[in-house]
């Protein structure tokens, strides 16, 4: 299969994911316990991007927020509607990124890497511009060393028979927002 | 931009290709042969090559070197001539009542309308300023990946075709999917081919 249709069909993995790490992240009070690295922080803040269906009938929800205003989105998943984008605090070793995060193409947006003490260097000695550079290389492949070893969770669950336990998990969660 | 300064905005890619043993050799010689071009003072129509992470002017990388331990930083520049639609028809129109006049003509040939057409517009395309665009990018030879800092997707294919022209490798971006097929193990992959989207209500 080709990239184009792979992206097309596979769409939903993404977003399937983006979803249960909302969930996940819910569950024990925004920490997920990552195997081998341990607790790492995730929390869902701000903004949220749902959509429903496909090409022409493809509609979109908006969701702006503080995390507890979140109830609009939750809605949105009750009528069946996927996470697509969601804007994530994600903490692990001290290190704090601010990050949103687009599902289908697993797009990284807007990321605000954590504060370093090396930020105040002499940007004009090679040495130091050098030693700058790799250090936010660090960063940004750390991110993605982290939302992959979440990914990796979801992944071992969703192709597994205990799939259907962690299923019905999440869709008692959605059907709360219904009842709140 | 982003790479370097402030907040960023990235997509990861794999690179897929063998790269010959002297790397950096190899790699100065790829960057130099495809570098940027400038065409402020020609009247070409485009331009795309390689430029420093910290100054689009740099192409020869006097003021900054490409490599950083085991990565190679570079940015993509992309430079345009471009004229509006609304601003062709204008003096495409413009052009059309002068030669009606002149000719003393009632209405313009379908053959001739397509002529004037295309001699303002390579007229006006020559008057514009060429539009810089650049994006910058971070590959990793140690475990051939590459993050691409821009999520446009036209960027995004301008790339995977000059990476191909520059090194002779393919860039394969990392959707969810195809980072999954390298995440599980091949039992797992093939159960992966077979799921079908989950109703999560």
Same mark, same amino acid.
């Given at each position: ?6 992206? *097309?069909?596979? $769409? ?16 024990? /009070? #925004?920490?997920?316990?990552?195997? /081998? ?27 702006? /927020? ?9 809605? #949105? ?8 984008? *969601?804007?994530?605090?994600? *903490? ?28 105040? #260097? ?35 669950? $969703?192709?597994?028979?205990? %799939? $259907? ?7 008692? %969660?959605?059907?709360? *927002?219904?009842?709140? | ?12 890619? &794999? ?10 050799? =190899? ?20 331009? @795309? ?18 490599? &950083?331990?085991? =990565? ?16 062709v028809? +204008?003096f495409v129109q413009k052009e059309e009542e002068r030669i009606k006049k002149e000719k003393q003509i009632p209405k313009i040939s379908r053959s001739m309308r397509v002529e004037i057409k295309e001699r303002i517009q390579n007229e006006?395309?020559? +008057? ?19 993050? =691409?800092?821009?999520?446009?997707? +036209? ?6 075709? @000059?990476?191909?022209?520059? =090194? ?24 992966? &081919? ?8």
């Amino acid at each position: 299969m080709d990239l184009v249709d792979l992206i *097309a069909e596979k $769409r939903f993995l993404g977003q399937e994911f983006l979803t249960w790490l909302w969930w996940k992240s819910e569950e024990r /009070g #925004g920490v997920v316990a990552l195997p /081998g690295e341990g607790d790492v922080v995730v929390v869902f803040e701000k903004h949220m991007l749902l959509e429903y269906g496909e090409g022409d009938s493809n509609e979109s929800l908006v969701c702006r /927020g503080l995390q507890t205003e979140l109830q609009e989105a939750r809605t #949105g998943l009750v009528m069946g509607k996927k996470l697509e984008q *969601a804007r994530i605090k994600l *903490a692990f070793n001290d290190y704090e990124w601010n990050f949103t995060m687009a599902a289908a193409l697993m797009e990284f947006r807007n990321v605000k890497l954590p504060k370093t003490g090396g930020e105040s #260097g002499n940007e004009n000695d090679p040495e130091e511009r050098e030693g700058m550079v790799l250090e936010r290389i660090y960063l940004f492949e750390e991110l993605i060393r982290m939302v992959l070893g979440l990914f990796r969770i979801f992944l071992h669950l $969703r192709v597994s028979p205990e %799939w $259907r336990d962690e299923l019905l998990k999440v869709r008692e %969660w959605v059907n709360r *927002a219904e009842r709140a | 931009m982003g790479f370097v300064k402030g907040t960023a905005s990235y997509v990861r890619f &794999a690179v897929e290709g063998e790269l010959p043993d002297n790397i950096w050799d =190899f790699i100065a010689d790829r960057i130099t042969s495809f570098a940027f071009r400038d065409i402020d003072e020609t009247y070409e129509e485009d331009s @795309l090559g390689w430029v420093s992470v910290t100054n689009m002017f740099d192409t020869d990388f006097k003021y900054a070197s490409y490599a &950083a331990g085991n =990565f190679v930083t570079l940015a993509m520049r992309f430079d345009e001539r471009k004229v509006s639609a609304s601003i062709v028809k +204008k003096f495409v129109q413009k052009e059309e009542e002068r030669i009606k006049k002149e000719k003393q003509i009632p209405k313009i040939s379908r053959s001739m309308r397509v002529e004037i057409k295309e001699r303002i517009q390579n007229e006006l395309i020559r +008057k514009a300023l060429p539009m810089p665009s650049v994006f910058d990018l971070c590959w990793n030879l140690e475990n051939s990946t590459l993050l =691409f800092f821009s999520t446009n997707q +036209k960027a995004q294919s301008m790339l995977e075709d @000059l990476f191909k022209e520059s =090194f002779g490798l393919t860039l394969v971006q990392q959707i969810p999917y195809i980072c999954a097929e390298h995440l599980l193990g091949e039992d797992e992959v093939d159960r992966l &081919a077979r799921i079908t989207p989950d109703v999560f209500v």
